[in-house]
């Protein structure tokens, strides 16, 4: 028996944000953990606040959504990062994120380094500036939605990130659901 999955899905005064990217998930997750070949819509059971900026979770497991939620989303204030290893699996998005937690122990956030290279942090993709090009890593813990359109649209570049090279970028920047592509101002990055 498969762990359930979430979704999270951005809705702003009534406005579902990026649902194709979340669609396509959802349903390759379906497909690829949970063996089922039936594909949904989720607009068909998202139910959205019509004021208001709402963090959507959607909680399912093989061919059954198990709960929707709406949260009022207040961003995290994120001003330091701590790189720590781990040989954390995590390529589809389980509700189970205890493995986070204990990473995450002690820390104000932390990117995840694993097989010597950069992936993500607790809560989203990551990006590093070169001076030419948004670079985001090959491996990443999870595929998020935001990254993968922004990879569709060419904006970002697939490159493999070592934190030995971090001097080598001008910029970093934070993407996922909720937060689009946030280019983060005056945080610490600690090896």
């Not at 498969?2 to 497909?31: A, M, V």
């Not at 389980?94 to 992936?119: M, P």
Request: with cysteine; charged share 25%; glycine share 4%.
């Amino acid at each position: 028996m498969h762990p359930s999955c979430f979704e999270t899905i951005k809705i702003k005064d009534g406005k579902i944000f990026n649902l194709d990217w979340h669609n396509r998930r959802f349903n390759k997750t379906q497909q690829t953990l949970f063996l089922n070949s039936s594909t949904m819509d989720l607009q068909t059971v998202i139910s959205p606040p019509k004021r208001g900026l709402y963090r959507c979770k959607i909680i399912y497991g093989n061919n059954s959504i198990h709960s929707i939620e709406y949260f009022p989303y207040k961003a995290k204030e994120i001003t330091h990062f701590t790189i720590v290893k781990s040989h954390l699996d995590y390529q589809y998005k389980y509700t189970d994120r205890s493995s986070f937690q204990k990473l995450l122990l002690g820390h104000n956030e932390i990117i995840i380094e694993k097989d010597g290279l950069l992936t993500d942090t607790s809560i989203a993709n990551i990006a590093f500036f070169d001076g030419t090009s948004w670079l985001t890593p090959k491996t990443p813990l999870l595929a998020g939605t935001t990254r993968e359109r922004l990879l569709e649209k060419n904006f970002l570049k697939l490159e493999n990130i070592k934190k030995e090279n971090l001097h080598n970028y001008s910029n970093f920047a934070l993407m996922n659901a909720m937060i689009g592509f946030r280019i983060q101002k005056s945080v610490n990055i600690q090896q």
